[in-house]
């Protein structure tokens, strides 16, 4: 079962920078959609970053000029590059991946689309 690995969370200071890795535990030789998720206490999970199977990114409104998705030549690992944080950014994000050769589309943002999850990396903003 492929496991997926994120780290690189942390502490900082409003406006400060953050770059978060996933790791797979296997390369899944195929083009796949990669999802970034956050959430925080008491709030529900809400998509961050995609990456599709045409190399296409998707962003939600409120991390878009700040956050970037992007994945190694091996596509063993996404990375998820965030700049100008802010205390809203804080939570736990995870990486997923839809292991479908289909592309996620205009379903990026929905979680039920991805099939493996990783365990999670806490960002904290402070302001």
């Known amino acids: 079962q492929l496991q997926l690995m994120e780290s690189g969370g942390g502490s900082v200071q409003s406006g400060g920078s953050l770059t978060l890795s996933c790791l797979a535990s296997?390369?899944?030789?195929?083009?796949?959609?990669w999802g970034w998720f956050r959430q925080a206490p008491g709030k529900e999970r809400e998509a961050v970053a995609a990456l599709d199977t045409d190399g296409s990114r998707s962003y939600a409104d409120s991390v878009k000029g700040r956050f970037t998705i992007s994945q190694d030549n091996f596509k063993t690992a996404v990375y998820l590059k965030m700049n100008n944080l802010r205390p809203e950014d804080t939570g736990m994000y995870y990486c997923?991946?839809?292991?479908?050769?289909?592309?996620?589309?205009?379903?990026?943002?929905?979680?039920?689309?991805?099939?493996?999850w990783g365990q999670g990396t806490q960002v904290t903003v402070s302001s």
């Open positions: 997923a991946q839809r292991r479908r050769f289909s592309s996620c589309g205009s379903r990026w943002a929905l979680p039920e689309l991805y099939m493996d």
């Open positions: 296997e390369n899944t030789y195929g083009n796949y959609c």
